[in-house]
């Protein structure tokens, strides 16, 4: 009988433990701190602040005019907005895959018109450098 009593005296004091702590762990976040949480990407960053860590990266290696890097930070927040959206795609399909060889087309064709000849041909090959260097990275990774 004794054990009995201690049993449901252990019981009812661990049940009134655990209802009295606070079940509410996180902090009540808004919908629009969730949304900007979705929107960051690469690092946390917002499009916004990784348009311009770009184009900062491409003034010094091209040395791009300040008309040039207005005009290749715009083509950058656009193409990283789009690269956005064509990642909430649906899988399958080959549909993201063209959408996004679409988007790099057309932002090829804006800096092609943005920047000078040899600008581009620089461009050219620091893109072809990074596919090299993220080829070498997923080859270690599988």
């Known amino acids: 009988m004794k054990k009995l009593m201690f049993f449901w005296v252990f019981f009812v004091a661990t049940f009134l433990t655990a209802q009295a702590q606070d079940t509410n762990t996180t902090d009540e976040v808004s919908e629009e701190a969730v949304a900007a949480e979705v929107i960051k990407g690469a690092g946390g960053k917002t499009p916004e602040e990784r ?11 091209l040395t791009l005019s300040a008309d040039q890097a207005t005009q290749v930070q715009t083509a950058l927040l656009e193409r990283i907005n789009q690269m956005q959206t064509i990642k909430g795609m649906e899988k399958g399909g080959g549909k993201r895959k063209a959408a996004a060889k679409e988007t790099m087309q057309t932002f090829d064709g804006k800096m092609k018109t943005i920047l000078s000849a040899d600008q581009y041909t620089k461009f050219q090959e620091l893109r072809e450098d990074m596919k090299g260097k993220m080829k070498k990275r997923r080859g270690k990774q599988g």
């Open 51 to 61: 348009a311009a860590n770009q184009t900062k990266k491409l003034t010094e290696k």
